[in-house]
């Protein structure tokens, strides 16, 4: 179990955060009859300009909302926006928590939910038949759960990192008695001298035997932790001799990263979170690159594998589809499907009654089948390039 309970609470009004599959499918299904008003804003501390840009993406929604054909829909829509003008102030407030912040309400009901994550979410307003959640989704893969583990000569601290936020677990002590180690004192003469230095030697090289020891007993509970608290990725960081050790003894299943670094103990969780972000970063990349290697393997001998946006929205309509993989920067409409098998299934599915964003539309899909969607960044995403973007791993 998390350490912090608290933290799956935390958001305006105490509305349980949208960062768990039970939680993203039911906001996914979050809407009524007219429409749902979709909001996003990434704050700037010290500036006003991203409370302009959030302004700005208000004042296109209206334009669009101006020149609609539908006359009374944009009325209500344009009526609703008024109304929620004290929640929108309250959503740019700089004093409000979060660095990423989003806001979807009802139009022709009351119900509005706000929700913030301390990662960016760009700056956005549209209007869909439901909560848009392509940016949140990505927000919350960026920041998936992870460890960092630091080793030293007094035990092992722990850091739980999750969405942009840092914790500090119950850390392992390294308790060693060496009062039964006497180390012989005098006179500083040559050959005392050198008889002293030799028995420091070997005080050190009992620690760290003692240290190697203490280590291989603890990984269960390392590994214990990294369970318990989902990390994707676990990052060992401290002298290699002890790293080394430690990431031997624990159990494989997740990634496993040794950084060759000793990471100041002073720093706070947060100061910490921020110094292996980068690393972390490179994790996440590298997975995502073994995962569109693994779904192009699949998919061209004949496995549990699709290529291109047409197979895959037919899995993914069929409720076949393991992990949905999605270039983070893709577009893809129903209009302009061209892919042979794409352009049928996606004027489908915008009948269905769903958003005429097929990236969102997938997305819904992958949520109501109880999909994993990873977001993939540019490095990754170049490997689907010719196939639009798009892949997917296979349940059967």
Same mark, same amino acid.
């Given at each position: 179990m998390y350490a912090s309970e608290n933290w799956a609470i935390q958001a305006y009004g105490g509305i349980v955060m949208a960062f768990e599959l039970p939680d993203l499918r039911e906001l996914a299904t979050f809407g009524d009859d007219v429409g749902v008003v979709s909001l996003y804003t990434t704050m700037e501390p010290g500036t006003t300009a991203w409370?302009?840009?959030?302004?700005?993406?208000?004042?296109?929604?209206?334009?669009d909302l101006a020149r609609q054909v539908d006359k009374d829909l944009a009325k209500l829509v344009l009526a609703r926006l008024d109304v929620l003008e004290p929640r929108i102030d309250q959503l740019l407030n700089p004093t409000e928590p979060g660095l990423g912040r989003a806001l979807f309400a009802q139009v022709a009901g009351d119900e509005v939910r706000t929700l913030w994550v301390q990662l960016p979410v760009g700056d956005?307003?549209?209007?869909?038949?439901?909560?848009?959640?392509?940016?949140?989704?990505?927000?919350?893969?960026?920041?998936? @759960? %992870?460890? #960092?583990?630091?080793?030293? $000569?007094?035990?092992?601290?722990? =850091?739980?990192? /999750?969405?942009?936020? *840092?914790?500090?677990?119950?850390?392992?002590?390294?308790?060693?008695?060496?009062?039964?180690?006497?180390?012989?004192?005098?006179?500083?003469?040559?050959?005392?001298?050198?008889?002293?230095?030799?028995?420091?030697?070997?005080?050190?090289?009992?620690?760290?035997?003692?240290?190697?020891?203490?280590?291989?007993?603890?990984?269960?509970?390392?590994?214990e932790q990294a369970e318990g608290?989902?990390?994707?990725?676990?990052?060992?960081?401290?002298?290699?001799?002890?790293?080394?050790?430690?990431?031997?003894?624990?159990?494989?299943?997740?990634?496993?990263?040794?950084?060759?670094?000793?990471?100041?103990?002073?720093?706070? @969780? %947060?100061? #910490?979170?921020?110094?292996? $972000?980068?690393?972390?970063?490179? =994790?996440?990349? /590298?997975?995502?690159? *073994?995962?569109?290697?693994?779904?192009r393997e699949l998919a061209l001998s004949g496995g549990n594998g699709v290529l291109g946006l047409g197979d895959t929205l037919a899995m993914l309509r069929a409720g076949r589809v393991e992990h949905l993989l999605l270039d983070a920067a893709g577009e893809w409409k129903a209009a302009t499907a061209v892919d042979a098998g794409a352009a049928p299934i996606a004027a489908e599915l915008v009948e269905e009654g769903t958003t005429d964003?097929?990236?969102?539309?997938?997305?819904?899909?992958?949520?109501?089948?109880?999909?994993?969607?990873?977001?993939?960044?540019?490095?990754a995403a170049a490997g689907l390039a010719q196939e639009g973007g798009v892949a997917a791993l296979l349940r059967w």
């Open positions: 409370q302009v840009r959030a302004r700005n993406e208000i004042a296109a929604l209206r334009r956005l307003a549209v209007l869909e038949p439901n909560a848009y959640l392509r940016p949140w989704v990505t927000a919350v893969e960026e920041g998936a @759960p %992870a460890g #960092v583990v630091m080793v030293g $000569r007094d035990g092992v601290r722990l =850091v739980d990192c /999750r969405y942009g936020l *840092a914790e500090e677990l119950e850390p392992i002590g390294f308790d060693l008695d060496t009062e039964d180690w006497r180390r012989k004192r005098g006179p500083a003469t040559p050959g005392l001298s050198r008889r002293a230095a030799d028995q420091h030697d070997r005080f050190e090289q009992r620690v760290d035997e003692h240290l190697i020891r203490f280590l291989r007993t603890v990984a269960p509970r390392v590994a608290n989902d990390w994707q990725a676990v990052l060992l960081a401290g002298d290699p001799r002890a790293t080394d050790v430690l990431g031997e003894a624990m159990p494989m299943g997740r990634d496993t990263v040794l950084l060759d670094a000793i990471i100041d103990p002073a720093l706070s @969780p %947060a100061e #910490v979170l921020a110094y292996v $972000r980068p690393t972390f970063t490179e =994790v996440r990349a /590298r997975r995502d690159a *073994a995962l569109v290697e693994r779904a964003d097929l990236g969102e539309r997938m997305i819904e899909l992958a949520l109501e089948h109880a999909t994993k969607v990873t977001m993939l960044g540019s490095e």
